[in-house]
């Protein structure tokens, strides 16, 4: 009870006006609306594997499939394509970080594996137009 009494009092002292709780309530709901338009990506239609930065192997997502990534190391990564979604389902790395991520399907998600310097990254279907730089 203090602490809306005390509430009230502080309100009063820095001389709020209405129109300050109307900005304050627009900001508010403004700041929450950012993780809902970022959370709702697009479905990926293919996915990329990439070691050490370069291209291996594009999935499609439409098919389901497994395959798995293996080096002259040993090292290993089992990848499964089910549903329209994509997953390291087994790998032989100590911290199993990809293998938890589980399955992703939205456009940019990625899964990580640093010991093995493995990124899959959902991709849109389509052509990307646009020239990040010219040579």
């Known amino acids: 009870m203090n602490f809306f009494k005390n509430t009230i009092i502080f309100l009063k002292t820095i001389k709020t006006k209405p129109l300050d709780f ?3 309530f627009v900001l508010f709901i403004a700041s929450f609306s950012t993780i809902f338009l970022f959370a709702t990506g697009s479905t990926g239609a293919k996915a990329e594997l990439r070691i ?6 594009t999935f499609d997502l439409k098919k389901n499939q ?3 990534y293996r080096d002259k190391d040993g090292d290993y990564n089992k990848i499964e394509v089910k549903n329209g979604e994509i997953a390291v389902v087994e790998a032989n790395c100590k911290d199993q970080i990809d293998v938890q991520r589980g399955f992703i399907s939205k456009t940019g998600e990625t899964i990580v594996c640093l010991p ?15 020239v990040d730089y010219k040579v």
């Open 66 to 68: 497994t395959w798995t």
């Open 22 to 24: 109307v900005i304050i």
């Open 52 to 57: 050490s930065g370069k291209v291996i192997k």
């Open 116 to 130: 093995h310097n493995l990124v899959i990254e959902v991709m849109s279907g389509q052509k990307d137009e646009q």
